[in-house]
């Protein structure tokens, strides 16, 4: 079989612009029903070269706890920090 060449040990890469990944942290904004949550700090792998944060597949269900959470707040954007208590 010939398989591919890019076949690397690396981490992934940017689906947009194939550019490594870094570990790092991103604000990320997520657009409920009627409101904005905006979660600073939440853990993600951000693109060297065009900046796009990638959120981490563990991050997922807190983030998701997070914004449940907001759910009872009936606020039309909240801004918070993922390492809230
Ligand atoms: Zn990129």
Known sequence: MAGKSEEKSSNSRCPLCGGGLCEGAASLP???DRRIVVIKDV???VCAD???PYMKSG???R???LLDK?????SEMSIIHYKVA
């Not at 907001?70 to 009936?74: A, G, N, S, V, Y």
């Open 30 to 32: 997520f657009f409920l």
């Open 43 to 45: 853990p993600a792998e």
């Open 50 to 52: 065009c900046g796009e």
């Open 59 to 61: 991050v997922t269900g």
């Open 63 to 65: 983030v998701e706890a």
């Open 70 to 74: 907001l759910d009872e707040l009936d």
